[in-house]
């Protein structure tokens, strides 16, 4: 998510995109986030960069809701909702889990129980 | 905000073998406190700073070994984790917790002046003996204050000095072995612990007018109105950091067998977010094994 190629080529925000390359560490974050505060026109793609910085912050539910805002303002943007679909999966995968683990009881213990029962003894 | 006593296993899926790992470790941790910090310091022992024992210990490779000890809490003979330097000052680690969780309290006028005497003596020795380890908290500490005071413009922003020090303690204690895993790994696990601490006191912080996330954000009439209401984001808001939190462990690399660490982190925290989102009263499982 928010690749380097789905952070698109909007001439505006080159520098936010230059700080978000590859990993970006804490200082290029701020910095990123220095660059975002700076700016005055708020469009959709500043929403969408906005996004992306709580995205490597781990502010998944702040990313999301910026996302929501860049899609209300571009719904057309194919970049936002690929990134929004994808963190909707995020949860969606988690949920997913929770279901599979929460129907089986006893998950994977076939093993395991009798390793437990034979320390009882 | 400190946080403590959220951090649990899933019982029906714990093996025997695991379940008595962790009673060792959680024996070991409170010899670990008394030898650090004094024998009144005992009594803030937690789970959540023993599964941090268990998970360091098993990344870190340091093996436990176990051995049937008395202990004055208990009359009969129990298995008891050997102390090492690790659980020393992890035992440290506890009573800073305790101790600020304390301090807290009573800066929110509530009760803990009377309790926090009793982690007077052990603060100061965990102050003499971990100078690096206290600054890191108390600086944390002091950070989240701060966050609260300026009135953090989400739960997530609420949480972020509190995820950011456990991210530093793990970088603290891991030293060569910390990765990009760990540290992601540990950042979520605070950021769960503080937010839900922040749910389960929906009503009080509300009633009483105190800080919390949620409250701010939301401005539900209670916790009950917060989940029919906005039920939905609070579920995003977990569900991400429990996804976060299992690609991060699958990264990791454990020197033991990892099957309690799976236990608490895969199935222990996802059961106690759903018990404070419907707000049931906290589960006390009492094996004697």
Known sequence: ?121 | MTVLGYVKYDLPNLCVKDLQLYRAMYCGLCKGIAKSCGQRARMGLTYDVTFLSVFLHNILGIDVKIERQGCIAHVKKRSIALTDELTEELGALNTLLVYYKLTDDIADGGKGRGKRVFFKKGFRRAKKKYPALVKLVSDYMAEQEKAEKSGASSPEMAADPSACMMQALSDHFLKEKASKATRSLFYEFGKWVYLIDALDDYDKDKKKREYNPFVLTYGSESRKALMEEHGEEISFLFDTSFYAMRESLEEIPFSFNRDLSDNVILRGLPLETARVMRGEPIRVENVKI
């Open chain 1, 1 to 121: 998510m928010f690749s380097q190629e789905n952070l698109g080529d909007h001439e505006k925000y080159a520098a936010v995109r230059e700080k978000l390359a590859g990993d970006p560490a804490d200082e290029a974050l701020t910095a990123a986030q220095e660059l975002l505060d700076a700016e005055k026109e708020r469009d959709a793609e500043w929403h969408y960069m906005q996004a992306a910085v709580h995205y490597y912050r781990r502010r998944y539910l702040d990313c999301r809701k910026r996302l929501e805002t860049a899609i209300k303002l571009d719904p057309l943007n194919p970049r936002y909702r690929a990134d929004y679909d994808g963190l909707l999966q995020m949860s969606r995968a988690a949920q997913e889990e929770q279901r599979k683990k929460s129907s089986k009881a006893t998950d994977g213990c076939a093993e395991g129980c009798c390793e437990c029962c034979c320390n009882l003894c």
